[in-house]
């Protein structure tokens, strides 16, 4: 069973703090990767996706895969109270057919005021 | 921005019912897809259509399910008879190609199956 797993949670930090988010894949071959935020009871919205070793950044968001490690994480800067929702990733595995997302749990971040 | 529109925001249903949700992709995306989410639960993958063909299915899309791109704008989901366990977010998505490029969801329709 190709997995992806995420602390659930929750994640609790200050208001101008760095959130650290981490994901890890059972899938060594696994291509891209996606880091989607979900507000409670809305749908998946994209925030970042990587396809590299390394970090990529875009704003306040920064994206780390390591795939010898199969990790990746989302960091989140200068942390909002908007930014409190749960944030999934979401990995596109080597399946043969390369159509779906796979996703995990999601873990649940509060930004304190 | 373009977005995924589907409709209706809300369907309730009785169980033994078929049920239509409705999908329109972003315009010039290739491929479509929908998931789904049971309250609480992680995002499941259902299945992904191109060139007017299933490209992928799970095992949750059985023969209960279908999908269809009517015309050149629409992308429909069918649960032919509905069961309990039906009731769950479905989540049409959209992108450029398939393979590695980024999805991006609608705002989902919320199923419950009394």
């Known amino acids: 069973q190709k997995e992806v797993e995420q602390n659930s949670g929750p994640l609790s930090v200050p208001e101008g703090a760095i959130a650290s988010l981490n994901c890890t894949y059972s899938?060594?071959?696994?291509?891209?990767f996606f880091w989607y935020r979900q507000y409670s009871g809305k749908s998946p919205e994209l925030i970042m996706f990587i396809y590299s070793n390394g970090d990529k950044e875009d704003g306040r968001f920064t994206a780390q895969l390591n795939k010898a490690s199969q990790y990746v994480s989302l960091l989140i800067r200068d942390s909002q109270p908007s930014d409190s929702a749960t944030y999934l990733c979401a990995v596109n595995m080597d399946t043969g057919s390369n159509y779906k997302l796979t996703f995990g749990k999601g873990t649940l971040l509060t930004v304190n005021p | 921005e373009p977005e995924v529109t589907q409709t209706p925001s809300h369907q309730v249903t009785q169980m033994g019912q078929e049920v239509i949700l409705r999908c329109v992709p972003i315009?010039?995306?290739?491929?479509f897809y929908w998931y789904r989410q049971i309250l609480g639960q992680k995002v499941e993958f259902l299945v992904s259509?191109?060139?007017?063909?299933?490209?992928?299915k799970s095992e949750i899309f059985d023969d209960q399910f279908s999908v269809e791109r009517p015309d050149g704008s629409n992308f429909t989901l069918k649960i032919r008879s509905t069961k309990l366990e039906d009731s769950a977010m479905y989540f049409c998505?959209?992108?450029?190609?398939?393979?590695?490029?980024?999805?991006?969801f609608g705002d989902g329709t919320r199923l419950s199956i009394l």
């Open positions: 259509f191109y060139n007017n063909e299933i490209s992928e």
């Open positions: 998505a959209s992108s450029p190609t398939g393979g590695n490029q980024p999805q991006h």
């Open positions: 899938d060594r071959g696994s291509q891209s």
């Open positions: 315009s010039n995306h290739l491929y």
